[in-house]
């Protein structure tokens, strides 16, 4: 205790924060509030959950509306929305989240967003270059109609959405899924005004192919048709008629034709990767290796008729170059048999460790990509329904 007369000791007067003090501070504040629920989003399950569906749809709108970079939140107000008969109303929010992801290269939350919308109202429309974006991760994750449907909107697009590009990747991957779009695709693509005289008889041979009854058909019968020539001209002797000259036989299409009469494979999977060696073990466990120099071709494809979901095939061709009798040669990789993300050391989902394979065998081995660059490197993969049409189509094996 103080007596009288003592001096009090001063008290110690606490300092003031300077701007940057206050600025960390009122960051650090901001950085926890960012990373707690919203409250609206919280008030609007407590209403949800209290069958107060009127103001939980209300609340969930403004929590879509503050936070639109979130799918989650865009999804909850979906789900409202169905339950409370205001779908319609929220469409173009789902509509807009999907190409958001797809921008941010979410392309899988993209394809459930769609499917989740396509389900309710099918006659919701996306651009053509987004729509065909989802095809391939539907394909993947989800049953295949949802990929046929968004096949089937692309090729119902306006004419200004469509591309001859596009028209033409929605053939390929109609092709397996349904010949019908298949075909509405390829004439399409010949509607365009810009479309080149060299892919135009390309595209009317596969529409002939898919359609062998249609109008483009009949017209190539037709002009292959004798047509009924003039009048023979009687000679005599003071007039020699010479012999008309026999008409020249039709053009076959060579790249059409199969090149090899049989296939020889050999299953196997990769174990190593190195500069100039292959390594990898056969079916009976058996380790071998071949030197990158003697892969000339890499095919690429997946296929729908080895298991319930597409097999990614990776065919390296050991004498795609050469010509004779010889059936082609081929080390065959499975998707489903080996994890690429484990073979590259590298983290990551399995189809990007797939596609990144692909691009260290395209690299190592300066190998043909087929059935193009694009498909070799699975961006996107081409897709058949039976592995004999990859190989007749693709490998030109006659089968």
């Known amino acids: 205790a103080f007596k009288l007369g003592d001096r009090r000791p001063a008290r110690r007067r606490r300092p003031t924060p300077s701007a940057r003090t206050r600025r960390a501070r009122d960051s650090a504040r901001a950085g926890h509030e960012a990373k707690r629920p919203p409250a609206t989003l919280d008030e609007a399950w407590v209403a949800l959950d209290m069958g107060e569906t009127d ?23 979906w789900s409202v929305a169905i339950s409370s008969g205001r779908s319609d109303e929220v469409a173009r929010t789902m509509a807009d989240q999907i190409r958001r992801q797809l921008r941010r290269g979410n392309a899988e939350v993209a394809a459930e967003l769609w499917r989740e919308l396509a389900e309710s109202l099918p006659e919701v429309r996306l651009p053509a270059e987004d729509l065909f974006r989802l095809v391939d991760p539907l394909l993947e994750h989800h049953p295949a109609e949802f990929a046929l449907a968004a096949l089937r909107q692309c090729v119902d697009a306006p004419r200004g959405e469509l591309s001859i590009g596009l028209a033409l990747q929605i053939l390929d991957s109609a092709e397996t899924l349904d010949p019908t779009t298949a075909l509405l695709a390829a ?10 005289e060299s892919k135009r008889d390309r595209i009317l041979s596969r ?12 017209a190539v019968r037709t002009d292959a048709a004798p047509k009924a020539g003039p009048e023979p001209v009687v000679p005599s002797e003071a007039l020699e008629v010479p012999e008309a000259d026999p008409e ?14 049989a296939l020889h494979q050999v299953s196997a999977r990769p174990t190593s990767l190195e500069d100039d060696t292959f390594y990898f ?14 892969v000339q071709a890499i095919a690429v494809a997946a296929v729908r008729d080895l298991a319930p979901k597409p097999v990614v095939l990776i065919d390296l061709l050991l004498n795609w170059n050469e010509i004779g009798d010889a059936p082609l040669r081929s080390i065959r990789l499975r998707s489903d048999q080996f994890d690429p993300v484990t073979l590259l050391r590298a983290a990551g989902e399995s189809t990007e460790g797939l596609r990144a394979l692909l691009a260290e065998l395209l690299e190592r081995s300066g190998a043909i990509p087929l059935p193009d660059e694009a498909a070799a490197r699975g961006r996107p993969f081409r897709v058949y329904k039976f592995t004999r049409t990859y190989q007749r189509r693709v490998l030109k094996v006659d089968c």
């Not at 073990?281 to 003697?294: P, Q, S, T, V």
């Open 281 to 294: 073990e056969l079916a009976n466990g058996r380790r071998a290796k071949i030197a990158w120099g003697d």
């Open 207 to 218: 529409v002939r192919e898919l359609d062998p009854e249609g109008p483009e058909a009949r």
């Open 248 to 261: 020249d036989p039709p053009a076959i299409d060579l790249a059409s034709l199969p090149r090899f009469d």
């Open 55 to 77: 103001r939980a749809y209300a609340l969930f709108r403004r929590a879509a509306r503050d936070h639109p970079q979130d799918p989650e939140v865009t999804r909850a107000l």
């Open 187 to 196: 004439r399409r693509a010949l509607e365009l005004p810009d479309l080149h």
